[in-house]
């Protein structure tokens, strides 16, 4: 598990195959995770309209604590609360990478993300702080994303667990 300063633009962050810019279609089924034209590519959207964000991917080998099964208070994990849950799943076949509309030079030029078989895969996108500085251009970090993947049998529709209200 590692943490990686990325540098956003557009409101948008990218889990992405190497050296590709996904295509933005559409809303999502809420507001944190956005439809992108191609299956595998992950479009998250944030807070700030441009600078960097903090952001967490996890690989597990099976699903996390449903959030719906959280304990009381709605923790799901130790450094909850999140404020805005939304999940999704995708076709990966090839590692991923962070990336952005506008990148800049300091992303991770290793993969953020590797499968250990190619296939369905399950995205859940935890964010906090995207109210914060809403539409504004930021120097430092204000906002948290955390990105778990697990492999699962077949592809789900998309669900939003908590949102945080935050303007499509």
């Keep these: 598990m590692n943490t990686h300063r990325i540098l956003v633009a557009w409101h948008q962050l990218y889990l992405v195959p190497f050296d590709v810019s996904p295509q933005f279609v559409g809303d999502g089924v809420g507001t944190l995770i956005a439809a992108a034209a191609e ?70 030029a290793e993969p953020a993300f590797t499968p250990q078989s190619p296939g369905p895969h399950r995205f859940r996108v935890s964010a906090r702080g995207r109210l914060t500085a ?21 592809l789900r529709a998309a669900v939003a667990e908590r949102s945080d209200g935050a303007p499509i």
């Design 39 to 108: 299956p595998g590519h992950l479009i998250v959207r944030t807070g700030c309209a441009t600078g960097p964000v903090r952001v967490t991917l996890t690989s597990l080998p099976t699903p996390p604590v449903a959030v719906s099964d959280a304990p009381a208070g709605g923790a799901v994990d130790a450094e909850d609360p999140w404020e805005a849950i939304e999940e999704v799943s995708l076709p990966v076949c090839e590692p991923l990478f962070w990336s952005s509309p506008d990148p800049g030079f300091d992303l991770p």
């Design 134 to 154: 809403y539409d504004e251009a930021i120097v430092d970090p204000v906002e948290e994303y955390l990105v778990q993947v697990w492999p699962e049998p077949a």
